[in-house]
Every structure is written in structure tokens, then in C-alpha cells.
């Protein structure tokens, strides 16, 4: 077996982990083709032929599997195609689906639905309808719509239940998140040896470090993260947390205390909570995070929700590499983040 040329072939080592791949193999002496996945039993080595696709197998003569059905939509296709229909009912149902209710509208298993979902979306399908329902919460409120009015259109059925999410949801109360005025946010800069640093607190804790070359653009960009917030300038008690925030710049290994008030989606959630877990001075890949989170092909999605967090080193998304350990973007500079890494390894 070891000596036959097929063995040596590195799609033959594919076949034989039942890995998913681009590519069909046939079997001469039984005259069937099949995707690598296939969990019949393995042909001997010199039997097999592969071929690029189901119609080039075809062409020579070979015959579909009925088993893995090779010219069916791959597994990845028919798992974003599941989890887009499950994606669709939970959007257009007036409150969420139960997982089994779900899982008899798409004739699956309740255990397939929600594997095949978290596994595509990175979510399970009652987070993704809670994350969901937190968004129509927002624009409602947004529209400076009742709070009454909101919750339900939202597909609350009680005042009861979405007071009692409320707080994890908007990360204030309803009401003051639909007006604005009553959330103040303040803030103040510093210089630090990679810039400027502004630090922004809000009711809970730190809401927002961000790094740059002007104070004014900072405090720009502050303003357009909390467009309804009143943006103030912070009065000298705020001279500790700037001065925690300079310092974490300054030494990113080190312990940060102070709290955060950390706002976003429960996918970004997810993705901000495992950066804090990554050790100072190591590094995680997007699709190595991604697999941490259970959802390894929802590495597009980590990446994003990497990009769009607001707290720099205190949630440490520096520590997020490319695959082959180059330094990826950075929303404040390439350059920082290699000296961020730099400073984390000396320490």
C-alpha cells in the first residue's frame, strides 16, 4: 500500500481523514466516484483515481455515490443555506422561535439546527434571535419611539421580560437610551509615547481608549460612536482613569482595574471577551480565535468584530494576528501594534 503512487498523493491523505475538499476520487473496481468526506470504507490505494470534479469522473465512466452524493451542494454550502433559512424565519417571526418549533419548519433535528447554525453564524440560534431583538430595541428607541412601544414591536409579550433584559441589551436604561440626554459621557486626553490617548467613561466604566496623532479627531470619532450621548469634558477627578489608561499604553502587559462598559452585539461580546483571555506578549490568529469560539467559519465575522472594538489594549484586539504571523490592521496604526506586541513580549 505504501509504495503505490496514489499513497504518496496528498489528496489521498485527505480521503483518508475524511477531510472536505475540492476534488472527487473514484473507485475502479466499483465504479463510483465520491467526495473525500465519504464515510464508506476506504478502497485500496491503487483502485482510486481522482478527479477535479463529479463531471470529469462522468466523462470516464465513473458513477455518482448514492452515500455522499457528490454533485449535491457541498456541506458548507448546504450548512449557510440551513442556517440562512433559520436566519429568515427568526427575522420575520413576531417573537423567537423556539429550537424545536425552528427546527420542524426546516425539517431537521433540533441537535443538527443548532450545531450547523453556531458552526455557520457563530451564534446559537436563540443568542442570534436575542441579538436580533436587541437591534429592533435600539432603532426603535432610536426613532424616539415609547419604550412601551418599542419592547413590543421588538416582540416582547410583557413589560416584565424586557425590563429584565433591558440592561444586558442597551447597557442603560431603556428610557435613557432612547432620549440621550440622560447618558453622559466624558472624557480627556493625554500623550503617551505613541500618541495621543483619549479615555472616555460613561455611567458603568471606561466605554472607549482610543490612540492617535490629534485630540480633536479623537474626539471626534468618540462622537460618532455615541451619537445620542452627551460628550463632555471630563473635570480633574477623571485624572486617575486617564492617567490608568496612558499607563496601560505605556506597559500593556500590565493589570488594568478599572471597569469597562463594554456595548455591542452578543457576537462581538463573545469576540471581546476571548481577546481578554489571551495571555500578554501572546498572539491568536482570526481563525485560530474563531475556532476558540466554537464557530470556525466565522472567521470573517471575528475579524470585524476585532476591527469594531472601542476599548484599545484594555481589550486587547492588538493580540489578533494574520495566519502566517504578519501583522494585520490595526484601527489605530500597524506601527502601534507591533510596538504594543513588542513592549508585551520585553515585559
Not at 481523514?17 to 475502479?28: L, T
Not at 431537521?108 to 450547523?116: G, I, N
Request: proline share 7%.
Amino acid at each position: 500500500m505504501g509504495g503505490s503512487p496514489i499513497a504518496q498523493d496528498p489528496r489521498w491523505k485527505a480521503v483518508l481523514a475524511r477531510r472536505e475538499a475540492d476534488f472527487v476520487f473514484a473507485v475502479q473496481t466499483t465504479g463510483v466516484y465520491c467526495r473525500p468526506s465519504c464515510p464508506a470504507r476506504r478502497p485500496a490505494p491503487q483502485n482510486v483515481r481522482f478527479f477535479a470534479n463529479g463531471e470529469q469522473a462522468r466523462g470516464a465512466g465513473f458513477r455518482a455515490c448514492l452515500r455522499c452524493a457528490p454533485d449535491a451542494a457541498a456541506p458548507d454550502e448546504r450548512r449557510a443555506e440551513l442556517a440562512a433559512k433559520a436566519c429568515a424565519i427568526i427575522d420575520a417571526a413576531p417573537k423567537p422561535p423556539q429550537l424545536a418549533q425552528l427546527a420542524r419548519l426546516l425539517k431537521v433535528s433540533p441537535s443538527h439546527l443548532h450545531r450547523q447554525f453556531k458552526q455557520t453564524i457563530g451564534l446559537t440560534p436563540a443568542a442570534y434571535a436575542a441579538a436580533r431583538r436587541a437591534g429592533a430595541v435600539r432603532a426603535h428607541l432610536r426613532g424616539q419611539a415609547r419604550v412601551t412601544d418599542a419592547f413590543y414591536a421588538a416582540g416582547f409579550n410583557s413589560s416584565g421580560r424586557f425590563y429584565a433584559k433591558a440592561d444586558a441589551m442597551l447597557g442603560m436604561k431603556p428610557g435613557s437610551y432612547r432620549d440621550g440626554a440622560d447618558e453622559r459621557i466624558e472624557y480627556a486626553c493625554g500623550r503617551s509615547s505613541l500618541g495621543v490617548v483619549l479615555a472616555a467613561r460613561a455611567e458603568r466604566g471606561i466605554c472607549a481608549i482610543f490612540i492617535g496623532d490629534d485630540a480633536n479627531a479623537l474626539a471626534d470619532d468618540l462622537a460618532t460612536r455615541f451619537p445620542r450621548a452627551q460628550i463632555a469634558r471630563a473635570g480633574e477627578d477623571f485624572h486617575t482613569w486617564l492617567d490608568a489608561a496612558v499607563k496601560l499604553v505605556e506597559d500593556p502587559a500590565s493589570a488594568f482595574a478599572l471597569p469597562l462598559d463594554i456595548r455591542g452585539t452578543a457576537f462581538q461580546h463573545r469576540v471581546w471577551t476571548a481577546l481578554q483571555q489571551i495571555p500578554p506578549g501572546q498572539t491568536l490568529s482570526y481563525s485560530a480565535l474563531a475556532a476558540k469560539l466554537g464557530a470556525p467559519r466565522a472567521t470573517r465575522a471575528v475579524a470585524s468584530a476585532v476591527a469594531a472594538n472601542p476599548i484599545a489594549i484594555a481589550v486587547p484586539c492588538h493580540r489578533i494576528l494574520r495566519a502566517d504571523a504578519s501583522i494585520s490592521g490595526y484601527r489605530w496604526g500597524p506601527e502601534r501594534k507591533q510596538e504594543l506586541l513588542r513592549r508585551e513580549k520585553k515585559s
